[in-house]
């Protein structure tokens, strides 16, 4: 028996776990592997394999039965609330009711994608970097804590992430959205352009216009061939699986990249419960997985663990790993485990009509959107909420058909519809939330999971600065579109929920010093040196920038340091 | 694009890299519609043909019923709308003949195209919100089924699966 333990021991021992198969467990994976780390990567979900298990990418709008609704049956196995959002499309990429309950203490949306590849199946691929005033800005601001890396920490970083993934952009050379390393830019359409131009003169060139960094191949450079990627074909189906590897994904990219180093192990159907913390060591020994077909309890052991199964979930692991030392949670002497959650703040949206360029349209489909930078609070405090917002803008022409009316009449304005007679052009706000202690997760005394995991409670709601900020947003966009001459401008608070916005972050912040943050510089934990977060909890304050790039570029920093402190013999 | 094209530049895009996987080689034909036979009585099923036939009809360019589009109506029906809204749907077609009976003292099936047309459009503006219902849904199902239609995408609104580039700002083709 005694044995048979061992070479149990012995078989489950690898160099190093990676915790989730998402954006940023991905990049773990493929940096650990490449180092030359026997890693296994635990997922809770099932294997999605690149192109084969993409069954809606190829097909057509007459291909789906139901035109892309979904039937009742089909529907009733989903959470009521989400059902609206549920197509025929992006099905087999959406998460059934009851797998993983929580407890909304207070109203939060968690959207989650719970497969190999996680969120970066279903991610808009947005992709802008930091800069020092994102950095500074918990400092500057006093709020939170200060950050303990800086933009020169992580620069080098962006690049590396940058290049394997694929990012298509131009550089703008502006202080506050640092240039990276950039494939062909995708060009923003006349009315936009128009857009850019109204800003910089009626703003002293303090408010820009550029299109969005996004992570397609615009042109595929040797590395992205290497990993079988090719170009961007603008089809916009991306939220499907693209065959292609037309954008970057877990499945497309770093996965198949560490598979092939023939260090990777991806264990699908793997929940990790908790780690494994070895109080003679002072260190994690390992963590404890429950299969989700057996729902038995199976160990794995390693040198170091890397934990990205999203923010909640990284909060939900750590607070579930519970020993004689750290009651409260791994690393968590200093009680702040699971507080400090913040979000992006997506409420306020605005429309506009544009009625200029009639004879002007656009060719082809367009993956990203135009971005405005955050131009509010850059450099010093100028109004009555702290930090600021950047946006998302997009102009269209579309076209329009009559369904008025029966018959031969009908058919024909069906059959040719007529181009709009003005562009259609919206915006969206993405504000940075600033963190505060309130805002938290927290294990539900009673209630489990169907895996014996306690239930999250979400506690978090927006501050009044989160209100000011929709306002702002509201009424400079209303400025800004009236000076650019759009008509019919509509600007609304659309008061969704924290959590809509699918940037939650906070929990495990990263800070200087172990009685005010759970992470060091290095993403590792203060207390527990052989475990890092770098997804999204690991962030001290949120920037105003879709995060995933620095999550990506956090991770690969942290697993490089790791595997350098291996090699001192200091893990 | 059509299917035979998009498989093709996905092959060339993809370079022999990966081999194409089996939902790309197989079960490409036309969706095989199953219904239930007993979701629709033949009667039934006779005027919702007539009516989507009435709605958009075939004539130098193809209708909705030549299209499937009465198919495609009952596999909605059947598995998409909870039961009070396809009981409704039933309740409107029996409606339909009445109305017919009523108006021209002749089914549905046998009164002309205007007359049909005058019957349908009464729907859309009565007073009764049930009927209005009924017209008004399945008017959009037989729009939705008609506009997504291989023929109606490919033929007529320029589908093209993967444009593979986008300009920002061309001129409108006179
Ligand atoms: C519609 C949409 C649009 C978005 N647009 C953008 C955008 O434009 N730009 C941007 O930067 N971000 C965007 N995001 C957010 C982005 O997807 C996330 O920031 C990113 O995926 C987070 O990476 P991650 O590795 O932390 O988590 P994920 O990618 O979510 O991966 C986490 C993985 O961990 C697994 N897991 C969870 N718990 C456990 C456990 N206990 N044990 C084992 N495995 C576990 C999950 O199954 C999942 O596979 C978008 C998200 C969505 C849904
Ligand atoms: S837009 Fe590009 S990345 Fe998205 S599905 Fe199309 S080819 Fe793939």
Redesign the interface.
């Known amino acids: 028996m005694a044995n048979l333990a061992i070479d149990i021991k012995k078989q489950n021992t690898y160099d190093a776990i990676v915790i989730g198969s998402g954006i940023s467990g991905g990049w773990a994976a493929k940096e650990l592997c490449e180092k030359g780390l026997k890693t296994i990567v635990l997922e809770r979900g099932r294997d999605i394999k690149?192109?084969?298990?993409?069954?809606t990418a190829?097909k057509?709008?007459?291909?789906f039965?139901?035109?892309g609704?979904?039937?009742?049956?089909v529907r009733s196995q989903y959470p009521k609330g989400r059902a609206a959002f549920l197509r025929e499309e992006t099905l087999p990429f959406a998460l059934k009711d009851g797998i993983q309950p929580f407890v909304e203490e207070k109203p939060f949306t968690w959207t989650r994608g719970y497969h190999v590849g996680g969120k970066s199946l279903m991610w808009a691929r947005q992709t802008q970097r930091w800069s020092d005033l994102d950095f500074e800005g918990p400092k500057r601001d006093v709020f939170a804590v200060d950050w303990p890396i800086r933009y020169a920490d992580i620069a080098p970083w962006y690049s590396h992430v940058e290049k394997f993934a694929g990012i298509s952009g131009n550089k703008d050379g502006l202080q506050e959205l640092p240039d990276g390393e950039f494939l062909t830019p995708?060009?923003?359409?006349?009315v936009?352009?128009h857009l850019k131009k109204v800003l910089i003169k009626e703003y002293d060139s303090k408010r820009h216009v550029i299109q969005g960094r996004c992570a397609h191949v615009t042109d595929p450079q040797p590395i992205h061939?290497k990993q079988?990627r090719?170009?961007c074909?603008?089809?916009n189906?991306c939220n499907r699986g693209c065959?292609?590897g037309g954008y970057f994904s877990s499945n497309a990219s770093t996965l198949p990249w560490a598979a092939k180093t023939g260090n990777m192990t991806l264990r699908p159907f793997s929940t990790v419960h908790s780690i494994i913390f070895d109080e003679k060591l002072n260190k994690a020994s390992g963590v404890r997985v429950v299969d989700t077909n057996t729902k038995e309890m199976i160990e794995y052991y390693a040198k170091i663990i890397f934990v990205n199964g999203s923010a909640l979930n990284s909060n939900l692991i750590l607070l579930n790993s519970i020993s004689a030392r750290f009651p409260n949670g791994l690393g968590n002497d200093s009680g702040l485990l699971g507080k400090f959650i913040a979000w992006h703040n997506y409420r306020g949206k605005i429309s506009a009509e544009y009625e200029g360029?009639?004879?002007?349209?656009?060719?082809?489909?367009?993956?990203s959107n135009g971005y405005v930078p955050r131009f509010r609070n850059l450099h010093s405090q100028e109004t009555d909420f702290l930090r600021g917002y950047a946006a998302g803008v997009g102009a269209g022409r579309g076209s329009y058909s009559s369904?008025e009316g029966?018959?031969?009449d009908?058919?024909n304005s069906?059959?040719?519809?007529k181009?709009n007679n003005h562009w259609h052009v919206s915006s969206w706000m993405m504000g940075e939330c600033v963190p505060i202690e309130k805002n938290h997760v927290r294990l539900h005394e009673t209630l489990k999971d169907p895996f014996g995991i306690p239930q999250l409670v979400t506690s978090a709601e927006w501050t009044d600065n989160d209100v000011k900020m929709v306002k702002d947003y509201m009424e400079q966009f209303t400025e800004m579109f009236t000076k650019a001459g759009f008509r019919n401008i509509k600007a609304v608070d659309g008061k969704s929920n924290p959590g809509s916005d699918i940037h939650e972050m906070g929990g495990v912040r990263m800070g200087h010093d172990p009685k005010t943050s759970l992470l060091n510089q290095w993403n590792a934990l203060h207390l527990c040196k052989n475990v890092f977060v770098t997804d999204g909890a690991c962030m001290t304050s949120t920037g105003t920038q879709n995060p995933s790039l620095t999550y990506m570029a956090l991770t690969a920093r942290a697993a490089n340091y790791a595997v350098g402190e291996m090699k001192k013999k200091n893990l | 694009m059509n299917?035979r094209l998009?498989?093709r530049?996905?092959t060339l895009?993809?370079?022999g890299?990966?081999s194409i996987?089996?939902?790309?080689s197989n079960g490409w034909n036309a969706?095989s519609?199953s219904i239930s036979s007993s979701f629709f009585k033949t009667a039934e099923q006779n005027i919702l043909e007539v009516i989507v036939e009435?709605?958009?009809?075939e004539?130098s360019?193809k209708?909705a019923k030549s299209l499937g589009v009465p198919a495609?109506l009952q596999?909605?029906l059947q598995?998409?709308?909870?039961a009070p809204v396809s009981e409704n749907i039933k309740n409107g077609l029996s409606a339909t003949d009445a109305t017919a009976q009523k108006q021209f003292g002749k089914p549905f099936e046998g009164c002309n195209?205007q007359q049909k047309?005058q019957i349908?459009?009464g729907f859309e503006k009565s007073e009764d919100t049930r009927l209005k219902e009924f017209y008004s849904l399945i008017?959009n199902l037989t729009?939705?089924?008609?506009?997504?239609?291989?023929y109606?995408?490919t033929e007529?609104?320029h589908?093209n699966?993967?444009?593979?580039?986008?300009?920002?700002?061309?001129?409108?083709k006179k």
């Not at chain 1, 057509?60 to 291909?63: E, S």
């Not at chain 2, 009435?54 to 009809?57: L, N, R």
């Not at chain 2, 598995?79 to 909870?82: A, T, V």
Request: with cysteine; glycine share 6%.
């Open positions: 690149h192109i084969a298990d993409y069954p190829m057509n709008p007459w291909d039965e139901h035109r609704q979904v039937p009742l049956d995708i060009e923003l359409n006349c936009e352009q061939l079988g090719a170009t074909q603008h089809r189906l065959p292609y360029f009639l004879d002007k349209i656009t060719d082809g489909k367009n993956p369904r029966i018959g031969e009908l058919k069906l059959l040719f519809p181009l | 299917r998009a498989i530049d996905l895009a993809l370079g890299l990966v996987p089996s939902w790309a969706n519609l009435t709605i958009i009809p004539s360019t209708g495609f596999k909605m598995d998409c709308y909870e195209t047309q349908l459009l008017k729009i939705l089924g008609y506009t997504t239609s291989e109606v995408q007529f609104l589908y699966m993967a444009p593979g580039h986008y300009y920002g700002c061309v001129s409108v």
